[in-house]
Structure formats: structure tokens, C-alpha cells
């Protein structure tokens, strides 16, 4: 019981902290996204195609987070746009607190969309807000047609999925339907786009998806 | 400070229990696995391949571990060993606590093998014991080359490298030297098996190398 309550009270200043910063994105007219996935299944390939799309349109800036190194920042850096690099030392999961601690580096004057990229990890990210107007998800279609219904908080929790690999389809047994059916049913709300980050197909409705919530 | 105190005295009670399981499985002449991965890189299937190649040798006996559903131990019941599904709720990870509560539904006089299958996880996994004797981990070919030094703990504690789904590498630009390298950057003392779980290729190393661990 004192474990639980220990979780609880982190929970709880969490959600003030995320809450302070979602007044500031607001302030600033920020729309932000906190996109999450299991390790490797194209967060950052996302972004990198999400970024090239909007170019001269929308101004967008990045929130790395990893347990260690800094190989995501350096990849999106290199795509000319402002990026924060937060490395989590043990930590699973990117809380508030770590996102407040970029705002020095970040100038959010000049940036009209701001993607907080999670850990890669199923389970806690969708316990722990950032300020984020939103949560997206990525899964892979080589993660199978269970994950819904074994990690069902992050599909609760997200208002977009974007089912991605999709070019592997023909060499895995994984049902396409299914994954749609198993979301669903977990959250019915969900938007889903299915997508391949690698040849680019289907992600031309997740760009137009984004537009129409980026004002500028 | 305080929340990392917390921490440090969660994971010191952990490491207790995990060793109290650890003399129980020792008396019994046990072997006992910790298998851990991202969510959907090939644990449970592992496991069907494992169990059917050493039926008639070795008894296996299986904890499945999941934030919820109990797809896995159907899955594994199916093959006609001892299984028990924990759902650990909202956590992230199992944890020696949770595995002494299934000692009252396992047959250890009957069992030569035991495998946990921890929450699919890159990260908190890798720091609960549960009272193994050695940590085995998979990572598919599928979610790139960065993950060892992304997510370096659990490839440094594990003993085992599994790198899985070798038959989807021609339709992927991933570099599996440079998975090895990586890798063994982190742990120099890392086994790696490139195995397919799917078509079976490569999973004769890994058979063998259980046999000559496991005493009957």
C-alpha cells in the first residue's frame, strides 16, 4: 500500500507540473504532441518525414528523450529545425518536470508544433503527461496483433495511432484488420492511419491530420 | 533526492526476495531464465520453439508476465507444460515479490527449466531481479542498431543476445554486424545467436546452449 501511495503522489505533482506547462505551449500558441512507441518502431523516422513535409509551412520543434546517447537529436538536427536532446539516466519514461527543464533552450517564439518524442516503451510514457495537447502512437505491424490488448493504456490514452512498416506486410503474418479491430476496441475514439515512414505511403492523411490542428 | 531514495530502497527489497527465490530455485536443482524485450520481439514464440525442441529432455515450466491479458499463457498451455500468468496491473516490469506469489501454483519437483517472460520492455525490466540465474534477452532485427547504446542497461546485465527475425533482413536496410558490434561495445561478454524464431533458423545454438545448463 505505501508503494502504491508513493506512485500516486509522483502521479499527482506530475500532472501540476504538466499542467503549468501546458498553460505556457497555450500562451504561445503551441499545439504539442507527445509521440510514443515501443523501441524501434519509427518514432524518429516519423519526425524526420513529418518535419521535410512542413517545411516553410509549419515551424515545427523537437523534444528528444532516451535513456542514453544522443543519436535521435543529432538525426534531427540535421534536418535544420530546434531540437532538445533529455537523457533519463535510469529512467523509463519522460515526466514533466524534464520538459520544464528544456524551456531555456527552447525558443518557443518561433515555432508553431512541438513534438515531445518518449522514451521507446509501451507501458509507462502513457502514465506520465508532459503538457502535451495530445498523445500519438506509433506501432509496428511486426509487433503483432496482441499489443492492445496487452498494453492497453497507451491505445487508451492516444488520440492517433499510426500503424507503421506497413511495406512489411507481405512477409509477416500479421493481419492488418486485426490490429485495427483489437484498437478499437480499446479505444474507439482512436484516428488510424496506416503508414510506412520508409516509402512514405498512407502518411499524406497524418500530414493533413497535423495541418488542420497547427494554426500559425 | 527524495524520489531516488524511494527508488534505492524499492530496489534493495527487491533484491532480497529475488535472492530468498533464488536459494528456493537452487535447492530444486533449477535452472531459471529472465527472458526480456521490447513488446512483440519474439518472447513468447521463443518459448513455443524452445519447449517443443526439448520435449522428452528437459521440463519446462514458464511465468508469463504482463500489464494485462493472459494471451501468452494460453499460448503456452497449449504445449502441454506447467504455465502461470501474473498481470502486474499498471507496472512496467515483474519483480521478485510478484514471482514468489506463483510458488503456490507451480510443480518445482517436476520442472529442469524455468522461464520467466518479463513485460515487454527495454528499460525497467533489466534493474528487478526475480531470482534468475541468468538474464537472456531478444532484439529483433527490426528495431534498428542503435538500441544497445539507447538502452544499454539491459544488454549489459544480460548474458544471452538473441537477435531475432533474421528472415525479414532482406527487406530491411538494417546492418546486422553492426547489431553485434554495438552490442558487444556495451557487454564484451555478451553469447549472440542470430536466430529466426519463425522459420527455425539458428535456434540449434541457442538449444544447445540451454542443454548444457540445464542438470537433470
Redo the contacts between chains.
Sequence with gaps: MK?IS?VRN?LEANERISEQNRALFNEKGLFVINLMS???AGKTTLLERTIENLKGEVRVGVIEG????S??AERIAAHDVQVVQINTG?A?HLDGNMIRDTFDSMDFDNMDLLIVEN??????PA?FKVGEDVKVMIL?V???E??P?????MFHESSVLLVN?T??LP???TDLEEIHTESLKVNPELTIFDVSC?TGEGLEGWFDWLRTRVSR
Excluded at 532516451?66 to 546517447?69: G, K, P, R
Excluded at 522514451?119 to 509507462?124: A, R
Excluded at 490488448?149 to 493504456?153: A, D, G, R
Design positions: 508503494k508513493v509522483i515501443s523501441p524501434g532516451d535513456v542514453q546517447s543519436r535521435d535510469g523509463c522514451v521507446g516503451n509501451l507501458v509507462c502514465e509496428s511486426t509487433e503483432g496482441d499489443k490488448s496487452k498494453y492497453p493504456l512498416k511495406d512489411l512477409y509477416l503474418d520508409k
